[in-house]
């Protein structure tokens, strides 16, 4: 079910937050449960039992690596038992036919498989387990004896499918003891519909011009229009996944819940290492700390530093996609960020604020496309586009209607992914004019409404992780 | 491991365990359900709507499938047809289940002739319609075949392929 969907706003949400409201306390948890069940269940009927299977499986781990604690050695067992069984299942669903399809491209014997559908999710609620389990096993966090809790923070609608990745240690607390208020749950609503803006209004708007781009045959493709294609790309997944991520949090706050923010205006950072601290903080930050510091961090000599960042992001590429263009997507920030740290950061340090906003911006467009193009080769013929190597010249006809018909798009899409617009409605509205606020928070919602009703079905690009 | 310290093997282990064969069966059930030759082409055929835009395409009957590619509901085992909606749309979806694999010629070329006849249609002044046309998608996969023409061609044959 997509939150984005008339089904969800109009059906599912209000009846689970009336039963949720109604119901005395010990029913919170479990509606909550219920609800995300019928949630993930409605779109993958048949992964529920693997999630189930998961939550059983994991529970059942915790609580003994947790009775291990006293015993290192056989806590350490334990922990490294639990990992490689998570790490298998996500592998299989998710790396089975890239593994195999990429032997097959080398050997001389071609291994017959069959595929399986990704299931929703998978990568998001593994890392949470993961949090979990590692979580215990250091002493950060009690175990969790109930398993209706563990189960609701596995599956826990709002952030299920696409994050933000919550770690256990993040809402232990908050699975028992937590306070719904009218102000909080006003203020969960203001971040859905903004989410659901940015979803409906912009990212499906403006990823209309890339879809047009990459349909494009390659030969009457400028320079320019390559660009465009690109840069509208990376406002849709931009309004696609932040609006996601808005929507959760907000959601979150419906419940009572405090999720961690994801985003915090990427495309305004300054460097490709600010970007990371802006662009889905909640995985960078998972990686940072089961997997980054967990190898020695930056207090280590510089190869091994190298190595951890190289490794740190292989597996964000990896975790993205099973896909070369991934891997290549990961590395190629890896090894921006060895070179920010090591060789750039003195030179960018002197630059015009305004240049470094520049070459942060290529460089993550540069990105973008190895991240949205089928294959590894299809991302270096799109590069040569759009570095000039395409043969249609710089600029064409294509290129002007792309630019001067969208001209309100893009002058939006550009000031909405700057704190900007957020600090105008502050200024002048936030919480002084009540009226106004509703008034615009129920334009901006009946206006995505709007939309849906006419619009055919357009899941979420992150879904695909 | 799966013995507790005071040396036997416990129920949380036993468990732990029974899980893992769990999550085996599960994954040998989920294969031998993908690899099934009998995927309904009402599976097939909602599970590629579902990523495809419908704009621009109807629903076709079974004379429409005679009509555009001059076949036989009768002889498939089953076929699913979308159509251009409007005169100049070219949006199309094609989905047949054979009754075997040695129907695939006759319907490749069916389809290679209804993409070349619209592909004349459009030369010349339907620049948009030719692209949609020049990416057009034509994939055979054992018993079944799929034939799209739309903006969203790739994730057609993505979703055609992961119901198979």
Known sequence: ?465 | MGVHKDGRLDLLNILKYFMVLVFIGYIVFLLSRESADDVPIKTLEENTLAVISQEGMDKGTTQDLKRFYGLNVQDLDGAALYIPNDIMSVDELLIVKMKDESQAEQIEAAAEQRLETQKTSFEGYGVNQTKLLNAAILDTRGNYFLFVVSKDADKALEAFKKSL
């Open chain 1, 1 to 465: 079910m997509l939150f984005s969907s008339i089904v969800f706003l109009f059906t599912f949400l209000p009846i689970v937050l009336i039963l949720y409201y109604v119901l005395p306390r010990q029913f919170k948890n479990p509606v909550l449960l219920l609800a995300s069940l019928l949630f993930y269940a409605w779109g993958e009927p048949i992964y529920l039992f693997l999630m189930m299977f998961s939550i059983l499986f994991n529970y059942i781990s915790g609580l003994d690596i947790a009775r291990n604690l006293g015993n290192k050695r056989a806590a350490r067992k334990s922990l490294i038992f639990n990992v490689v069984v998570n790490l298998c299942v996500l592998g299989f669903f998710k790396y089975e036919g890239f593994v195999l399809n990429s032997l097959n491209a080398v050997l001389p014997v071609e291994i017959p498989f069959q595929e399986v559908a990704l299931p929703v999710g998978i990568s998001f609620y593994t890392f949470q387990i993961l949090s979990y389990i590692i979580d215990v096993y250091w002493g950060n966090v009690p175990v969790q004896k109930n398993l209706m809790d563990f189960a609701l923070y596995v599956t826990m609608f709002p952030q299920l499918i696409a994050g933000p990745i919550v770690k256990y240690a993040e809402i232990d607390e908050q699975l028992h003891v937590r306070e719904e208020n009218w102000g909080r749950f006003g203020e969960g609503v203001m971040y859905f519909i903004r989410g659901l803006a940015k979803k409906v209004l912009l990212a499906n708007t403006v990823g209309m011009i890339y879809t047009n781009v990459s349909g494009m045959a390659p030969e009457d493709v400028s320079v320019v229009t390559a660009w465009l294609g690109c840069l509208a790309y990376t406002f849709q997944i931009y309004f696609d996944f932040s609006g996601y991520s808005d929507m959760a949090v907000g959601l979150g706050k419906m419940f009572g819940f405090e999720f961690p923010w994801n985003f915090n205006y990427p495309y305004i950072a300054q460097s490709v290492t600010e970007f990371w601290r802006r662009w889905h903080i909640s995985l960078s930050s998972w990686f940072r700390e089961y997997v980054y510091i967990p190898l020695g961090g930056n207090r280590v000599p510089v190869p091994k530093h190298i190595r951890n960042l190289l490794v740190v992001w292989l597996l964000t590429g990896l975790w993205h996609g099973a896909a070369w263009n991934f891997v290549a997507w990961g590395l190629y920030y890896g090894v921006i960020l060895i070179f920010e740290k090591y060789f750039f950061h003195r030179v960018l340090d002197k630059l015009p604020e305004v240049l470094r906003h520049i070459y942060s911006l290529v460089l993550v467009m540069v990105g973008w496309v190895l991240f949205f193009s089928p294959s590894f080769a299809g991302a270096l013929e799109y590069l040569k586009l759009m570095f000039g190597a395409g043969g249609h010249g710089f600029m064409d006809g294509e290129a002007l209607y792309l630019l001067i018909s969208n001209l309100g798009l893009w002058v939006i899409a550009i000031v909405s992914s700057t704190p900007l617009v957020y600090g105008v409605y502050e200024r002048y509205v936030g919480r002084r004019k009540p009226v106004a606020d509703v008034v615009i928070y129920a334009g901006m919602f009946l206006l995505c409404v709007a939309y849906l009703v006419t619009e055919t079905y357009n899941p979420f690009l992150y879904f695909r992780f």
